[in-house]
């Protein structure tokens, strides 16, 4: 019966994720998601923007190094969302956000986020494509060109979501020369101690993951989140029962 159990284990996870994730969905939309623990990070950046477009400056977002084919693939669509929610609250600035990275990917998907939220709000004429730059394909190349764009446009506001490695230190000491308020939000070990070292707001490990729950607070988002939470405690449970039945000779 064990040895069924774990020939179907990954079968059985992915069946339960589904399920948990149609339950929570449901809950949200009927106005009982789950509560959501308070990420200053995400609380914050909507305060950031309006600072921005309130002194007449601009927000910079990077999304790092990474692209939509590979590795960093999830990193890089959590940084989306941000660059979506972020864009979206910016569109009434006379200053549009940029946006940097430094892979040809990721570039268009930006540039295509971008557009997309000035295109919801009916006012397409104002989008130009200079809002979104790809910098350099090495990552500190990219780094090192994105600190002239924070200290030469304007910029009011530094966030930096994505795959960053050490990288990061070199925009993030381009943002406290600024005096500016920072997020950074990386995968990389690397780079979350950069972040809990230099970032204002830092976003550690699987917080990244969590932005579109945070900052869209649609009903899909909550409930993937939520049931993510409860799968990542069952593996938790699973792993240490394996421990304790190895331990006994039972596998």
């Known amino acids: 019966m064990i040895d069924l159990v774990l020939d179907n284990l990954g079968l059985l996870l992915a069946g339960l994720g589904l399920l948990l994730l149609l339950i929570f969905t449901i809950a949200a939309r009927r106005g009982f998601g789950p509560p959501l623990r308070d990420l200053g990070a995400y609380r914050t950046l909507p305060e950031q923007v309006g600072q921005a477009v309130e002194t007449g400056g601009r927000l910079h977002i990077s999304l790092g190094p990474g692209g939509l084919i590979g590795r960093e693939t999830g990193t890089t669509l959590a940084a989306l969302s941000v660059l979506d929610a972020a864009s979206a609250a910016s569109v009434i600035s006379d200053e549009l956000p940029v946006a940097t990275t430094g892979d040809a990917t990721t570039l268009l998907a ?130 240490a029962a394996g421990v304790v039945l190895q331990t006994l000779g039972m596998l």
């Not at 204002?200 to 939470?229: M, Q």
Request: proline share 2%.
């Open 110 to 239: 930006a540039a295509d986020t971008v557009r997309r939220a000035y295109e919801r709000v009916g006012n397409l004429e104002k989008y130009e494509t200079k809002a979104v730059r790809l910098v350099a394909l090495d990552a500190m190349a990219m780094a090192a060109g994105a600190t002239s764009i924070i200290a030469d446009d304007g910029v009011q506001a530094n966030v930096l979501v994505g795959s960053f490695g050490q990288e990061a230190a070199l925009m993030t000491e381009a943002g406290y020369r600024q005096r500016i308020p920072q997020t950074l939000g990386s995968d990389r070990l690397e780079g979350q101690a950069v972040a809990l070292a230099m970032a204002d707001h830092p976003l550690i490990g699987e917080e990244v993951y969590a932005a579109r729950a945070y900052l869209d607070r649609t009903p899909t988002a909550v409930g993937g989140l939520a049931a993510e939470d409860i799968l990542r405690w069952v593996i938790v449970a699973l792993i």
